[in-house]
């Protein structure tokens, strides 16, 4: 059969594309579309350079056919080569520091792409008091933070998000208590000792909150204004710093729907590690000999009778008798246009608890929504709330914490649950009853704070605005104590219930005029606002016991004999005025001026105003044509000053008012009567703390941003302190506190940033260190230290006092011969030195008047933080470090004395122990003895005290988000999986089982941190 020409034509044209003469689009071209579906084309070579905006190279830069992995990298020259399938294909070019590239191959073979510096390096915006400015014209001290750091943490409250992120800000998490487990935070080291307090202002979208009140899933940044250039437009609310959250908002363009979520279970960072029964007993009798036979040692070590003589681990039962299941769901839809944009989100999380029957369960919801009403009226509201429950086990005599507590205390010779039915214990504990009991702690609360701003703009340059918040909390807490039958010969009761209620309000009203110009080489903006804010609290608490049983625990059902109730209420309120301008010529010199004016309820009426400025200047020396024209690879180099003053006015309500206190009843007449008398003496000259900040900071940026630095020296010095003064008792009342301590915080802060893309894998690398030295220059009425509160002039707030320790004594003619201790020592005790006497010189005798010193610290002088993260084809790695030293601690006595108050030992005092066999002066345990409150070898001392410096993991996180092409095929934009571990490692020299960033001080009830290993997913539509 002869082959038609046009046929024939196409396999000629096929074999020479075969052979690369000719090109198979010709071929196509020529010979029609009846064989197009059947022939496969070959790829097209593309070539070209990638350079930035001054046309050097940049070599590494990533070149990926759009949508796939397919792609190579710029050589050092910044030239690529790449085969891509047809002229439809679009490259990405992307580099760390830049903004990314898409662009069409078409006819081109050779593409040549300009790669612009992103904008997030010298044109961030950065929240602040007020409004925004970009961070390269900031003069003031600010750490931001973003959604992106803290996305897929298993953060149960917000505060925890910023260990480890934040240079010069302190981070403490001190328990892992479900519904409770947040964390404190102090902004360039402890201003105050005062019942002011050092937590710093938190404003959520603009109104006053606290930092929990939101949800971790919905923040979008968050600001720390740290020195008074930034903070002091904030007054007297501001001298512990201020910490700025902004909520997600919606944005332009089709709804897209996320769905985020993440299951994890929680385990114990630290677990001491307490002696089995056996163990116990033997070291018992080393302390008392013949407390137990040879025979009743043997029956603790098999087991052969559990009921006399059981093997409990109390602690490790406890903490281990919930499953500590953790779960967190967010849902959120968000969308708009160019006029009015939207974003809802709830979320729900779930905690259960390391304990049996503790939980914790949250609602969380937002709602936020933009619109341009015209084109000079703009309305942005903002909402958002939750709802929890806490669930919690109790004990008749306190709540689960001190349930844990006496778990410490409880030793393993003591039974749990027997076979007949009944419970060991130990005085009237034991946790196994406890558990079973039907005694409870329950919590709920609700909480909502919304606010609405309308923003006009009459003039050009000009706007006005007016805001009204309105924050909303109320509460009901239920706590039931059951009675409790140990055995036929043991019960505890009668149970009781108290039932707690109450709410508070805060309506915030503000109003701000702004004018912003720009004429040449010269820029200002002016600034000028008005706020107020009124708060009310209402409490009340009812008690009833005697229940006819343990399941039914509604008041009315109890006797009422016994019957007790209260009620309580307060109220403040503040008026503001407020401005600021801002100055930059050139671009180069940049000027900024802070100014409020306060009036608070808390004061007197002559004192009742406060004014609190601030002024701070900046250089970007990098403008400067010396800079610009010889080193091209700086971006960013500001040198910045600034000096302000702040206050702090919670102080409580009425401190300048003769105030009566009710309940002081008073037997007349052969009944009790209802009294009232004045118990505190007034000071009507009390004022606000002011604190004043001084700060230099150096920014710099090289590079493209692909590194930056952050260097900040501050002077805080923190004056009329209310302090109380000591007076004879002969007094009747107890004097009120007066404006006379003074304490100085000094340090530096440095944050690093460094940007690397090297081939297809993106790195970066940003370490913060800070350090703060804290001094007390100043106590009420001249004295120099206060040892009941631990304040000395020329010390750390919180110093620690003590005796210091030499080892050990080693035999009786080392007691003999060594100066005369404050207690009954003997061979194997804690001797302590003899530092002074009355003469000012070693007196051979040591006591607690002349040889006790500061010892240590409790308050961090420094704290540390990184966070390294990876992106590779899809995958991403991340890791924050988070670290605290410089200070030292000294533990309760159940965790750090063998056998305290008739408690328990742990395996390291055993191991360590000083014996007459072997008597180590330097043994880390001294020889075991009964020890109680008071014992002369556990007095407060070096010996006891230990380094609570620490490096944790804090989190890791692995990640992996699937192609768009696949993704699209089951009509998904996004689809990212993740596996995370919070609190996963933590290095340190603290006491062996203990978690030293944990609260546990003397008798202190304690819930431990928990480590939190999760996996989930991020799904958007």
């Known amino acids: 059969m002869k082959i038609k020409p046009n046929i024939s034509k196409i396999l000629m044209l096929l074999l020479l594309q075969f052979l690369g003469i000719q090109s198979l689009t010709s071929a196509i071209e020529t010979g029609g579309n009846l064989l197009s579906p059947l022939i496969k084309q070959r790829d097209i070579a593309v070539s070209g350079k990638v350079v930035d905006t001054k046309g050097g190279p940049i070599p590494g830069v990533s070149v990926l056919i759009k949508g796939t992995k397919t792609g190579t990298i710029t050589d050092a020259n910044g030239n690529f080569m790449i085969n891509v399938p047809n002229e439809e294909t679009i490259l990405t070019f992307s580099y760390t520091g830049f903004e990314?590239?898409?662009?069409?191959?078409?006819?081109?073979?050779?593409?040549?792409?300009?790669?612009?510096?992103?904008?997030?390096?010298?044109?961030?915006?950065?929240?602040?008091?007020?409004?925004?400015?970009?961070?390269?014209?900031?003069?003031?001290?600010?750490?931001?933070?973003?959604?992106?750091?803290?996305?897929?943490?298993?953060?149960?409250?917000?505060?925890?998000?910023?260990?480890?992120l934040a240079s010069g800000v302190t981070v403490t998490q001190g328990t892992g208590r479900p519904g409770s487990d947040g964390a404190g935070i102090r902004i360039r080291g402890i201003g105050t000792f005062s019942g002011a307090g050092n937590s710093p202002l938190v404003l959520i979208d603009g109104l006053a909150a606290s930092l929990n009140d939101i949800d971790p899933n919905n923040i979008e940044t968050i600001s720390v204004l740290k020195d008074a250039a930034s903070a002091s437009i904030y007054g007297t609310r501001a001298a512990n710093g201020v910490v700025l959250i902004e909520t997600k908002r919606g944005k332009s363009g089709k709804m897209q729907v996320n769905y985020n979520n993440y299951f994890g279970w929680q385990q114990v960072t630290e677990m001491p590690d307490f002696v089995e029964s056996a163990v116990y007993a033997e070291m018992k009798n080393e302390v008392s000999p013949n407390t137990?036979?040879?025979?009743?040692?043997?029956?603790?070590?098999?087991?052969?009778?559990?009921?006399?003589?059981?093997?409990?681990?109390?602690?490790?039962?406890?903490?281990?008798?919930?499953?500590?299941?953790?779960?967190?769901?967010?849902?959120?839809?968000?969308?708009?246009?160019?006029?009015?944009?939207?974003?809802?989100?709830?979320?729900?999380?779930?905690?259960?608890?390391?304990?049996?029957?503790?939980?914790?369960?949250?609602?969380?919801?937002?709602?936020?929504?933009?619109?341009?009403?015209?084109?000079?009226?703009?309305?942005?509201?903002?909402?958002?709330?939750?709802?929890?429950?806490?669930?919690?086990?109790?004990?008749?005599?306190?709540?689960?914490?001190?349930?844990?507590?006496?778990?410490?205390?409880?030793?393993?010779?003591?039974?749990?649950?027997?076979?007949?039915?009944?419970?060991?214990?130990?005085?009237?504990?034991?946790?196994?009853?406890?558990?079973?009991?039907?005694?409870?702690?329950?919590?709920?609360?609700?909480?909502?704070?919304?606010?609405?701003?309308?923003?006009?703009?009459?003039?050009?340059?000009?706007?006005?605005?007016?805001?009204?918040?309105?924050?909303?909390?109320?509460?009901?807490?239920?706590?039931?104590?059951?009675?409790?039958?140990?055995?036929?010969?043991?019960?505890?009761?009668?149970?009781?219930?108290?039932?707690?209620?109450?709410?508070?309000?805060?309506?915030?009203?503000q109003s701000l005029a702004q004018y912003a110009k720009n004429t040449g080489k010269h820029n200002y903006t002016i600034l000028a606002g008005y706020s107020q804010e009124e708060y009310r609290e209402d409490g009340m608490s009812a008690f009833r016991s005697g229940f006819p049983n343990n399941s039914l625990y509604e008041l009315n059902a109890a006797s009422s004999s016994n019957m007790q109730n209260s009620g309580s209420g307060s109220e403040w309120a503040l008026r503001s005025y407020f401005g600021r301008i801002n100055y930059s010529f050139d671009g180069k010199y940049l000027f900024e001026a802070n100014a409020r004016y306060d009036g608070t309820s808390r004061f007197p009426t002559d004192g009742r105003w406060g004014f609190f400025p601030s002024m701070s200047a900046g250089w970007r020396i990098s403008e400067e044509s010396f800079v610009k024209d010889n080193f091209k690879w700086i971006d960013n180099l500001k040198l910045r000053a600034s000096w302000g003053r702040l206050g702090n006015q919670n102080i409580g309500n009425y401190p300048y008012q003769n105030v009566l206190s009710l309940g002081q009843d008073y037997p007349f007449g052969g009944s009790i009567s209802s009294g009232a008398r004045l118990t505190t003496l007034s000071n009507a000259a009390i004022k606000w703390e002011t604190t004043t900040v001084s700060d230099i900071g150096l920014d710099f940026s090289i590079f493209n941003g692909r590194l930056s630095m952050v260097v900040d020296y501050f002077n805080k010095k923190t004056t009329d302190i209310l302090s109380q003064l000591t007076v004879s008792s002969v007094l009747g009342l107890t004097p009120s506190e007066v404006n006379a301590g003074?304490?100085?915080?000094?340090?530096?802060?440095?944050?690093?940033?460094?940007?690397?893309?090297?081939?297809?894998?993106?790195?970066?690398?940003?370490?913060?260190?800070?350090?703060?030295?804290?001094?007390?220059?100043?106590?009420?009425?001249?004295?120099?230290?206060?040892?009941n509160r631990g304040l000395f002039v020329g010390q750390p707030i919180n110093a620690i006092y003590g005796f210091e320790a030499d080892g050990l004594f080693v035999d009786q003619n080392d007691v003999n011969t060594y100066p005369t201790q404050p207690y009954s020592a003997a061979p194997g005790f804690v001797r302590y030195k003899d530092i002074s006497g009355p003469n000012g010189v070693p007196d051979g005798m040591v006591n607690a008047t002349y040889d006790r010193k500061i010892i240590g610290s409790s308050f961090p002088k420094f704290s540390y933080g990184a966070s390294l993260t990876a992106d590779y084809a899809g995958f991403d790695f991340s890791l924050l470090l988070q670290g605290l030293g410089g200070y030292q601690r000294l533990?309760?006595?159940?965790?750090?004395?063998?056998?305290?108050?008739?408690?328990?030992?742990?395996?390291?005092?055993?191991?360590?122990?000083?014996?007459?066999?072997?008597?180590?002066?330097?043994?880390?345990?001294?020889?075991?003895?009964?020890?109680?409150?008071?014992?002369?070898?556990?007095?407060?001392?070096?010996?006891?005290?230990?380094?609570?410096?620490?490096?944790?993991?804090?989190?890791?996180?692995?990640?992996?988000?699937?192609?768009?092409?696949?993704?699209?095929?089951?009509?998904?934009?996004?689809?990212?999986?993740?596996?995370?571990?919070?609190?996963?490692?933590?290095?340190?020299?603290?006491?062996?089982?203990?978690?030293p960033e944990m609260d546990n001080g003397d008798y202190s009830p304690y819930y431990p941190i928990t480590s939190v290993y999760t996996f989930g997913a991020n799904i958007r539509f």
């Not at 009425?781 to 040892?787: A, K, L, V």
């Open 100 to 164: 990314n590239v898409d662009r069409k191959v078409g006819a081109n073979k050779l593409i040549d792409i300009v790669l612009q510096a992103k904008d997030n390096d010298l044109d961030e915006v950065v929240v602040v008091g007020y409004g925004t400015q970009k961070k390269v014209n900031l003069t003031g001290s600010v750490s931001s933070i973003s959604a992106k750091e803290i996305a897929n943490r298993p953060i149960t409250q917000a505060s925890q998000a910023l260990a480890g």
């Open 292 to 509: 137990y036979t040879a025979a009743e040692i043997q029956k603790f070590r098999d087991g052969s009778d559990p009921d006399n003589y059981p093997n409990v681990p109390h602690l490790k039962n406890l903490l281990t008798s919930n499953n500590g299941f953790q779960q967190s769901h967010t849902v959120s839809f968000s969308g708009g246009n160019d006029k009015n944009s939207y974003i809802f989100s709830t979320t729900y999380l779930n905690q259960n608890g390391i304990v049996a029957k503790n939980s914790f369960d949250r609602y969380n919801f937002l709602l936020n929504f933009n619109s341009q009403i015209t084109d000079n009226l703009n309305l942005k509201v903002s909402t958002n709330g939750f709802t929890y429950n806490v669930d919690e086990p109790r004990h008749y005599e306190g709540d689960m914490s001190n349930m844990i507590r006496f778990a410490v205390r409880e030793g393993p010779v003591f039974a749990g649950l027997k076979s007949d039915g009944s419970y060991g214990y130990q005085d009237n504990y034991s946790p196994e009853a406890w558990l079973a009991t039907e005694s409870f702690i329950n919590r709920k609360n609700k909480n909502f704070l919304g606010g609405a701003e309308l923003a006009w703009s009459p003039l050009k340059n000009f706007t006005l605005s007016g805001k009204a918040g309105y924050k909303y909390l109320t509460y009901v807490d239920n706590s039931f104590a059951s009675d409790l039958r140990f055995n036929s010969s043991k019960f505890i009761g009668p149970n009781n219930l108290t039932v707690s209620s109450g709410d508070n309000s805060l309506v915030t009203l």
């Open 742 to 787: 003074t304490v100085d915080n000094k340090g530096f802060e440095v944050l690093l940033n460094y940007q690397q893309q090297i081939g297809k894998v993106k790195l970066g690398f940003s370490p913060n260190f800070s350090y703060v030295k804290n001094s007390v220059s100043e106590l009420a009425g001249g004295i120099n230290e206060d040892i």
């Open 891 to 995: 533990m309760g006595p159940y965790q750090a004395y063998a056998f305290y108050n008739g408690g328990q030992i742990q395996q390291w005092q055993v191991d360590n122990r000083w014996t007459t066999a072997n008597p180590d002066r330097n043994a880390k345990y001294p020889k075991l003895s009964n020890l109680s409150g008071g014992a002369g070898t556990i007095l407060p001392s070096t010996y006891w005290m230990r380094d609570a410096s620490f490096l944790r993991v804090k989190n890791i996180q692995l990640g992996y988000t699937f192609s768009s092409e696949l993704m699209k095929k089951i009509k998904i934009d996004r689809l990212k999986l993740f596996v995370s571990g919070q609190n996963l490692f933590t290095f340190k020299k603290f006491y062996e089982g203990w978690d």
